[in-house]
């Protein structure tokens, strides 16, 4: 013989279950009442991010808001930077597994990798690619590997330690665009590579043993190149200021030239008038003398003889 009784725990249960179908029927119930605890803002956490446009655009920017100082509202920042730097749509923007202020940035005919905080430029910029890009991702076991999918059914397979201004390798893959690229790991001897194209075919590709697997100290190896052209970067800067101010230098020289020069005082103007006239006498006796008017010895103006 069983008994069902209603219990405290049975009760709540139900109201549990009734609670979970009624989410299920609206899974926006919970922003009509508001929230009970209002969130705190997290101080120690950055909230500067990269982002690409439709134009090419490469922009620095920081969604956290600040407080107007005259109205006291609360205000979106301006962006930090924007760079010109790809020639068509940017449609990939990623961080490197391996390096959190290394970002990826894929757009138009070339690809540029950044660094957070380096505000001259990319560290790296390619040249322009045979098709334009469209797709890409960084290797999840290799720091300086990174793939690339082009608009003519092309991958392009970069190894920052094999070379710097193109691409290691090339491979033909289909024959429309590729539109999507994922490595994928599945062993410590296996990896692989899944790659749409337009068509909506997936090809699923084995990364040979030299592209999945790092070489020894490869980390440091990549991380001393980034800083190499952070350096590089640092030094076109100063050299372009050090420009900048002999330039300026020269202009200021020239200008202070140009002052002098209008500058005369009223005694070197007489004098340089004084002494133009006295060659012109001369040059007017020589004259005189030449055609038999007077005699070498006879002092006689231009007036006198009209």
Known sequence: MCFSAHTPLKDKMLAHSKAMKAGEMNPYHNLEGGMANHLK????????????????????????????????????KKPVNLYMVHDGCVHTVQRSPFYNDIILTIGGWNVAIWKEGVMTGPLLQSCCAPKR????????TRPGVFYIGREDGYIDIW????????????????????????????????????????FGTLHILEIPWTLSHPSTNEMSSVNHYFEREVRHLEYVEQRKNIRAQEKKEMEQEMEKKKVKTYQKSKEQTEDELKMDYENYLELEKTVLINLGLIRPAEKVSYMEIM
Not at 133 to 140: F, L
Not at 173 to 197: G, H, N, R, Y
Request: hydrophobic letters at 35%; proline letters at 5%; one cysteine or more.
């Open 41 to 76: 803002p997290i101080d120690d956490f950055c909230t500067k991010f990269f982002v690409g446009t439709e134009e090419g655009e490469v922009i620095y920017t920081d969604w956290k808001m600040e407080r107007d100082p005259e109205t006291g509202r609360l205000m979106t």
């Open 133 to 140: 890009y469209t797709s890409g991702h960084w290797s999840h």
């Open 159 to 198: 190894d920052l330690l094999e070379k710097t201004h193109e691409p290691a390798l090339s491979q033909n893959i289909c024959v429309t665009m590729v539109t999507s690229i994922k490595p994928w790991t599945f062993s410590s001897k296996q990896q692989f590579l899944a790659v749409a194209d337009y």
